[in-house]
Nanobody, 115 residues
Framework: QVQLVESGGGLVQPGGSLRLSCAAS????????MGWYRQAPGKERELVAEITSGGSINYADSVKGRFTISRDNAKNTVYLQMNSLKPEDTAVYYC?????????WGQGTQVTVSS
């Protein structure tokens, strides 16, 4: 059974930083691409960043230069380091992966950027 468990969200002031973590189980982690998505109230879920098994990385234009995705295959964990946070980054952040062509999602972690 695939499980993705996110942690690290919270309330932060504009300009601040947070690091999200996603611990995965039920997959051969080192072989899986992993992604971070977010969904703000009233908006569709959108891709924030993704990292392939080989380490190739893709970012949404809105977070380039501010967010960094990384993975630790020994810990079956993917991270999202978020710097220079803006109010428009406020959303629920989800970890995502695929297994046998099925998409799996974590429960989400709330990130709120506000003064």
């Amino acid at each position: 059974q695939v499980q993705l468990v996110e942690s690290g969200g919270g309330l932060v002031q504009p300009g601040g930083s947070l690091r999200l973590s996603c611990a995965a189980s039920g997959i051969i982690f080192r072989l899986n691409a992993m992604g971070w998505y977010r969904q703000a109230p009233g908006k569709e879920r959108e891709l924030v960043a993704e990292i392939t098994s080989g380490g190739s990385i893709n970012y949404a234009d809105s977070v380039k230069g501010r967010f960094t995705i990384s993975r630790d295959n020994a810990k079956n964990t993917v991270y999202l380091q978020m710097n220079s946070l803006k109010p428009e980054d406020t959303a629920v952040y989800y970890c995502q992966t695929n297994r046998y062509s099925m998409a799996y999602w974590g429960q989400g972690t709330q990130v709120t950027v506000s003064s």
